[in-house]
């Protein structure tokens, strides 16, 4: 008597390889990814903090985050749309982090309004520019969609933890440590990023 193979018996050969490792740097990317919206966190939860240290008016400093909401709805999702075609990924997410904390050092150290209300306005649209493009690359490099399910899980890690070292950096070193603080997770996050995209050079 012959037996005949059970429906679900291809899914099962399947099943190993979307048990298998993840492709060589997709981890990497991840951390960069975490890294960075663990910078924006840490410095951004203090923005209006920040700015009432500087002696800016509080109607201004709320003028400015109505200008931030509208800049984050309209500029960087479109833009990286428009430029995905034309812009290397991997150059993106290489100078993502050098942009923030670029920012993050005006943001912190400005004593002019002139300067640190455009820097808080464009603040957050570099991480969701860069992510846009980051996880285009999580996507083609992991084709069992494991690194894009656990996008929550990245973003929700940096978001948690950003605020309380934040605090902590306020509370003990003043405002200027968020910024110094910054730029070293950038560049851990550009070290994450290059390792995982070697390949895509």
């Keep these: 008597?012959?037996?005949?193979?059970?429906?679900?018996?291809?899914?099962?050969?399947d099943a190993p390889a979307a048990r298998g490792p993840l492709a060589p740097g997709v981890m990497a990317v991840v951390a960069g990814v975490s890294l960075m919206t663990f910078n924006q966190a840490m410095v951004?939860?203090?923005?209006?903090?920040?700015?009432?240290?500087?002696g800016f008016a509080p109607q201004a400093i709320v003028g400015t985050l109505i200008?931030?909401?509208?800049?984050?709805?309209?500029?960087?999702?479109?833009?990286a749309a428009l430029l995905e075609k034309r812009l290397s990924p991997r150059r993106v997410v290489m100078a993502g982090p050098v942009v923030q904390a670029a920012l993050a050092l005006a943001l912190t150290f400005a004593t002019a309004f002139a300067i640190w209300a455009p820097v808080a306005?464009?603040?957050?649209?570099?991480?969701?520019?860069?992510?846009?493009?980051?996880?285009?690359?999580?996507?083609?490099?992991?084709?069992?969609?494991?690194?894009?399910?656990?996008?929550?899980?990245?973003?929700?890690t940096g978001s948690a933890l950003g605020p309380i070292v934040g605090g902590m950096l306020m509370e003990s070193l003043g405002i200027g440590a968020l910024g110094v603080m910054a730029v070293?997770?950038?560049?851990?996050?550009?070290?994450c990023f290059a390792r995982g995209t070697r390949a895509e050079r």
């Design 184 to 191: 070293g997770i950038a560049a851990l996050s550009v070290t």
């Design 44 to 54: 951004f939860s203090f923005v209006e903090v920040i700015g009432t240290a500087r």
């Design 1 to 13: 008597r012959r037996c005949s193979p059970s429906p679900d018996a291809g899914d099962r050969s």
């Design 67 to 79: 200008a931030l909401g509208v800049v984050n709805f309209v500029g960087p999702a479109p833009l």
């Design 121 to 156: 306005a464009v603040f957050v649209a570099v991480q969701i520019f860069t992510h846009t493009f980051a996880f285009g690359l999580l996507a083609r490099m992991d084709r069992s969609g494991r690194a894009a399910a656990a996008t929550p899980a990245m973003l929700m």
